[in-house]
Nanobody, 116 residues
Framework: EVQLVESGGGLVQAGGSLRLSCAASGFTFEDRAIGWFRQAPGKEREAVSCISSKDGSTYYADSVKGRFIISKDKAMRTMFLQMNNLKPEDTGVYYC?????????WGQGTQVTVSS
């Protein structure tokens, strides 16, 4: 079965750090685009960070540049989002994403709450 499972969310004070993980089963991330998205209460889901399948280039939303780092392990089965200097506006449900063929695959989401 093709699926993604996130972990690592939680409650943290402003200025703290969290590391999100996303484990793939049924496929690997080799030669696939991967990304992290988030959805805050009452807002639409937005892209936080992605890695291109074409050239491995990375994208970061302006709001997280310099604070978040996206990566994946050598086995190409787990992706990570290191989140530093967290702010209350980073609060939301974080989802990992990739593709199998042209079909997007989403994780179930992990809650990140940053208190002020």
């Amino acid at each position: 079965e093709v699926q993604l499972v996130e972990s690592g969310g939680g409650l943290v004070q402003a200025g703290g750090s969290l590391r999100l993980s996303c484990a793939a089963s049924g496929f690997t991330f080799e030669d696939r685009a991967i990304g992290w998205f988030r959805q805050a209460p009452g807002k639409e889901r937005e892209a936080v960070s992605c890695i291109s399948s074409k050239d491995g280039s990375t994208y970061y939303a302006d709001s997280v540049k310099g604070r978040f780092i996206i990566s994946k392990d050598k086995a190409m089965r787990t992706m990570f989002l290191q989140m530093n200097n967290l702010k209350p506006e980073d609060t939301g449900v974080y989802y990992c994403n990739s593709f199998v063929g042209n079909t997007p695959v989403w994780g179930q989401g992990t809650q990140v709450t940053v208190s002020s």
